[in-house]
């Protein structure tokens, strides 16, 4: 199949597997600020979380790239504008995928519910910190930098509280600023950033 894949094929997956090595990186250094109390399974949900868009992108490579120009700009609408052009969101194909191949529960609900945390009624807790460093991936994809990030903008994070993990919010704000710069140094040694 990879050799089959044209050039913009390979970019949007070398994005994606960036962004999932990103979240998972950014979910093992809020796992340990928080004490959320995951052992690993924390970053293997950063790196699988958006498998729904990397199926899609094999897929339905030209209805993928107008559904979704990878800007990591995501909003209330960014799967209601999926399901429009593609008749389904990367959540919810994603999810399917992995409940079909057997994969465990826990990852599931990560890909099918990271949108919206809040909705998920098993693992919320490990969908709700997956939920939390994706949205502050999503800033690094698109600055290359932690500058400007609003932590009270990332709403995953009272989700989180709600799970248990006391004073999440606030351990994270005072130290996101390094928590996103050494994620970056990570994923740009490691990655191809």
């Not at 044209?6 to 950014?26: A, D, F, K, P």
């Not at 559904?67 to 969101?89: H, V, Y």
Request: aromatic share 8%; net charge negative; with cysteine.
């Amino acid at each position: 199949m990879l050799k089959s894949m044209t050039l913009e094929e390979e970019w949007v997956g070398e994005i994606l597997s960036n962004h999932g090595y990103l979240t998972g990186s950014l979910a093992l250094q809020v796992n340990r600020l928080t004490g959320a109390g995951f052992q690993g399974e924390e970053y293997a949900a950063g790196l699988i979380h958006d498998f729904g868009r990397s199926l899609l992108a094999v897929c339905l490579p030209e209805q993928f790239a107008a559904a979704d120009p990878l800007t990591f700009i995501e909003s209330s609408e960014t799967l209601a504008q999926e399901n429009i052009r593609l008749g389904t969101n990367h959540c919810s194909a994603g999810a399917w995928f992995a409940d079909a191949n057997g994969l465990p529960q826990e990852f599931i609900s990560v890909i099918q519910h990271h949108h919206s945390p809040a909705s998920a009624v098993k693992n919320r807790r490990l969908v709700a910190l997956t939920a939390v460093c994706d949205h502050m991936a999503n800033h690094l994809q698109r600055h290359q930098c932690g500058d400007e990030y609003d932590i009270k903008a990332n709403h995953a994070l009272f989700v989180l509280e709600s799970c248990g993990v006391q004073n999440a919010a606030g351990r994270l704000e005072e130290q996101w600023p390094e928590i996103m710069r050494s994620a970056l140094q990570m994923a740009q040694e490691t990655c191809s950033f």
